[in-house]
């Protein structure tokens, strides 16, 4: 006979599918997967499709150790010969990736008839109520360009696979219903989906990220960085060292001033190599 009681849950797991639907739903909604800090204001075109093409030739190395000389330059103390941990590869591919979308938005921004129709599809399936609803929501969803180019198109098909659970959990008294809380609606139907593709209830997942501890003894508590690996805990302390900081523009020219004259050693592959073997 099995324990009594809540069953464990992969932290690990929940977490990678809640940042999957929360880029998913992201996309959908403003048209970025991740919220847009600053607006590439200042750069002439010339600029941004020299910098679209610097960026898309670093490796994530190369970007995290850029990120650290120019912060350095800034004013930070970081050691620069530390090599960088797998989740210090994941952030700065992540914000490398976003760093091009945006500018590349800069250069071919949507038009205001393209915005309009995604936020009415997003709109459209938070208020869904029947099946047949979150269905043609979905199909509308799937049917975006980017979305398609992108390879996003299994996360609606999730939705629709899975319309019950998604519709059971926006009818609990717990779902975000205040006009001003459509970033809490997002966070909450990320949640929950991620406890659909994990195997537990929406709402245990969103009850189990929502109290999930982010100091010492959490689930995703690094004894080796002090520090909580989870993806928001981990985007938000590359913020902290991010170059571009207050003043995108001028920061992103010291960025790709920087980025002229430096590559990640060869030396740190090796490393990189090792933590991976070592897990």
Not at 137 to 164: E, Q, Y
Not at 248 to 269: C, H, S
């Amino acid at each position: 006979m099995g324990r009594r009681g809540p069953k464990p849950v992969d932290f690990g797991q929940l977490t990678f599918w809640q940042f999957e639907f929360y880029k998913a739903f992201h996309g959908l909604r403003d048209g970025t997967p991740l919220p847009s800090k600053y607006p590439p204001t200042g750069l002439t075109q010339p600029e941004i499709r020299r910098f679209i093409d610097r960026l898309r030739r670093m490796t994530a190395e190369d970007y995290w150790l850029v990120s650290r000389r120019t912060a350095e330059e800034l004013g930070e103390r970081v050691n620069l010969n530390r090599p960088p941990t797998s989740m210090d590869r994941w952030c700065a591919e992540q914000e490398r990736r976003q760093e091009v979308f945006q500018l590349e938005r800069a250069l071919n921004p949507l038009s205001v008839q393209a915005q309009l129709r995604r936020r009415k599809i997003w709109k459209d399936l938070i208020r869904a109520e029947t099946y047949a609803a979150v269905r043609k929501a979905c199909g509308r969803w799937a049917r975006l360009p980017d979305v398609r180019g992108a390879g996003l198109v299994p996360f609606p098909h999730h939705i629709v696979m899975n319309a019950g659970p998604f519709l059971s959990m926006k009818r609990n008294k717990r779902f975000p219903r205040s006009c001003y809380g459509d970033d809490s609606r997002l966070d909450y139907l990320a949640r929950g989906m991620s406890g659909v593709m994990v195997g537990v209830s929406p709402m245990t997942a969103i009850e189990r990220l929502r109290n999930m501890k982010h100091g010492p003894n959490g689930p995703m508590w690094s004894e080796i960085d002090k520090k909580c690996s989870c993806w928001r805990c981990s985007l938000l302390g590359q913020a902290e060292i991010h170059p571009i900081q207050e003043w995108y523009t001028e920061g992103l020219r010291l960025f790709m001033e920087i980025a002229t004259n430096t590559k990640a050693p060869k030396e740190w592959l090796r490393t990189i190599g090792r933590q991976g073997e070592s897990k």
